[in-house]
């Protein structure tokens, strides 16, 4: 999955929606938003979705388990860069809340 279909799929996760280059939230406010590159907005998407993280010797393991009880989970190996690893495992978890919304 690239990065724009995975920041598209947890967009949706959050309730905002993708307009050429920027997203807007359901008031039709402008939102500069990208949780891959912005420590901020990786946060508080981890936050608003109630994903769980933890961080490992060179791995960020993330969860999120919905109101019917199923889990999902993954992780990201941290490489050079443990901070951009976990902000990459908290939009992937949230790319996979996306996917699987009706």
Same mark, same amino acid.
């Given at each position: 999955?690239?990065?724009?279909?995975?920041?598209?799929? !947890? *967009?949706?996760?959050?309730?905002?929606?993708?307009? #050429?280059?920027?997203?807007?939230?359901? *008031? +039709?406010?402008?939102?500069?938003?990208?949780?891959?590159?912005?420590?901020?907005?990786?946060?508080?998407?981890?936050?608003?979705?109630?994903?769980?993280?933890?961080?490992?010797? +060179?791995?960020?393991?993330?969860?999120?388990?919905?109101?019917?009880?199923?889990?999902?989970? +993954?992780? #990201?190996?941290?490489?050079?860069?443990?901070?951009?690893?976990?902000?990459? *495992?908290?939009?992937?978890?949230? !790319? #996979?809340?996306?996917?699987?919304?009706?």
């Amino acid at each position: 999955m690239t990065d724009k279909e995975m920041l598209e799929l !947890a *967009a949706k996760a959050a309730g905002l929606h993708r307009c #050429e280059n920027y997203y807007t939230d359901a *008031a +039709g406010n402008h939102v500069e938003w990208n949780p891959l590159t912005d420590d901020g907005d990786a946060l508080r998407l981890a936050v608003k979705l109630g994903i769980d993280f933890k961080i490992r010797k +060179g791995v960020t393991w993330w969860d999120h388990q919905k109101s019917d009880g199923v889990v999902y989970w +993954g992780h #990201e190996p941290h490489r050079d860069d443990p901070i951009a690893a976990t902000r990459r *495992a908290i939009v992937r978890a949230a !790319a #996979e809340i996306g996917r699987r919304m009706t």
